[in-house]
T-cell receptor, first 110, second 112 residues
Framework: GQQLNQSPQSMFIQEGEDVSMNCTSS?????WLWYKQDPGEGPVLLIA?????ELTSNGRLTAQFGITRKDSFLNISASIPSDVGIYFC??????????FGTGTRLKVLA | DGGITQSPKYLFRKEGQNVTLSCEQN?????MYWYRQDPGQGLRLIYY???????QKGDIAEGYSVSREKKESFPLTVTSAQKNPTAFYLC???????????FGDGTRLSIL
């Protein structure tokens, strides 16, 4: 099945640094979702985007719906140790389901 | 509090055995989904249901079966036909078509 491409696959950063990651699709989406998954738990919804060009924040997290509608970006400012986890993007290729990216694994060095 | 409950948290299967994973939601959501997650990989859709008594195969339905007899419940059976069942299974629900999905905490299935 189709999957979304996320970049980078993994990253190590120092506490306090800003983080950027992106997600690209071969299809146009009308919605982009960003989730975070902690080890051994289910993904938790961070941000939902519904309009091309939309910029939405949730605390230190900011996500953008790309103008081409084929990509989305997530930024984390001033990272802290609890930001560790896997970040997934998701988008709907059709009308009944979402597909998920392969994830960006974030590790924060204190 | 409203949410999605998956049980058990850990499950072990013997060769040739069918096992059933439970998923219950009290969010009054119409749609429910089952995903499989393997180490280092994203989520792959097994089955989904948009309404009671109706469900559709996802991308990797072979070796799995589901039922949707009640709005709140969407159990997944991993049959003996699934030759590589060891994985982390996630259940999700959404209020309507293409609304964001909310996930349970998963069931980790292993082979004895």
């Amino acid at each position: 099945g189709q999957q979304l491409n996320q970049s980078p696959q993994s990253m190590f950063i120092q506490e306090g640094e800003d983080v950027s990651m992106n997600c690209t699709s071969s299809s146009i989406f009308n919605t982009w979702l960003w989730y975070k998954q902690d080890p051994g738990e289910g993904p938790v919804l961070l941000i939902a985007l519904y309009k091309a060009g939309e910029l939405t924040s949730n605390g230190r997290l900011t996500a953008q719906f790309g103008i081409t509608r084929k990509d989305s970006f997530l930024n984390i400012s001033a990272s802290i140790p609890s930001d560790v986890g896997i970040y997934f993007c998701a988008g709907p290729p059709g009308t009944y389901k979402y597909i998920f990216g392969t994830g960006t694994r974030l590790k924060v060095l204190a | 509090d409203g949410g999605i409950t998956q049980s058990p948290k850990y499950l072990f299967r013997k060769e040739g055995q069918n096992v059933t994973l439970s998923c219950e939601q009290n969010l009054n959501h119409d749609a429910m989904y089952w995903y499989r997650q393997d180490p280092g990989q994203g989520l792959r859709l097994i089955y989904y249901s948009q309404i009671v008594n109706d469900f559709q195969k996802g991308d990797i339905a072979e070796g799995y079966s589901v039922s949707r007899e009640k709005k709140e419940s969407f159990p997944l059976t991993v049959t003996s036909a699934q030759k590589n069942p060891t994985a982390f299974y996630l259940c999700a629900s959404s209020g309507a078509r293409l609304q964001p999905q909310h996930f349970g905490d998963g069931t980790r299935l292993s082979i004895l």
